[in-house]
């Protein structure tokens, strides 16, 4: 059974681990990978306001991570859609040993779900990869944006943030996995 929870500084090994894992994946199909960003990456656990949540398999192992920001970046939307109260996720890692379980796609249902708990009418986020924006959309997220930053080309996608009630089914302790622990 799978759980989201926040994450902690004692989480930086399994996070960095994981991220490594991905990153093998990734170079053995010969694409970019984040090798040498995965201690960095991995330290974001350990920021004391919050931001990255992992998930984990069983209280045991981490099969994935994403970091969810309360403010979506200003650059790329327009000035109505910065006003909207949103969630944006970046930096959404998971094992690909897990793939048959889907932990990207529980990751984003998880953080669908806490946005609309958290009184946010939207989950936001960007990626760099047409591959993933395929993926993205079958998530349920609509690429509305696509913006040339210095070297790389971003596409920015949403989905409205609801409450999906089967989601406990797929989740151990779901009603406890958001911080204030509402239903």
């Not at 920001?69 to 970046?90: C, I, K, N, R, V």
């Not at 249902?109 to 993926?135: I, S, T």
């Amino acid at each position: 059974m799978f759980a989201m929870r926040p994450a902690t500084a004692a989480d930086i090994p399994g996070v960095a681990a994981m991220i490594r894992s991905r990153s093998t994946w990734l170079e053995g199909r010969d694409m970019p990978s984040w090798r040498e960003s995965a201690d960095n990456l991995a330290a974001q656990a350990e920021n004391s306001h919050g931001g990255m949540w992992v998930l984990e398999e069983d209280a045991s192992r981490i099969v994935g991570c994403t970091t969810v920001q309360d403010q979506t970046p200003p650059w790329g939307w327009t000035p109505e859609e910065l006003a909207e109260p949103a969630h944006y996720l970046f930096t959404t890692v998971t094992d690909p040993a897990y793939r048959d379980q889907k932990p990207g796609t529980l990751i984003a249902l998880w953080a669908v779900d806490h946005a609309a708990r958290e009184g946010k009418e939207w989950v936001r986020r960007g990626c760099m990869f047409p591959g993933l924006v395929r993926y993205y959309e079958t998530q349920g997220f609509t690429l509305l944006h696509e913006v040339q930053r210095t070297r790389n080309r971003v596409y920015l996608m949403a989905r409205r943030a609801e409450r999906l009630p089967d989601l406990s089914a797929l989740f151990s302790g779901h009603e406890a996995s958001t911080p204030t622990g509402r239903p």
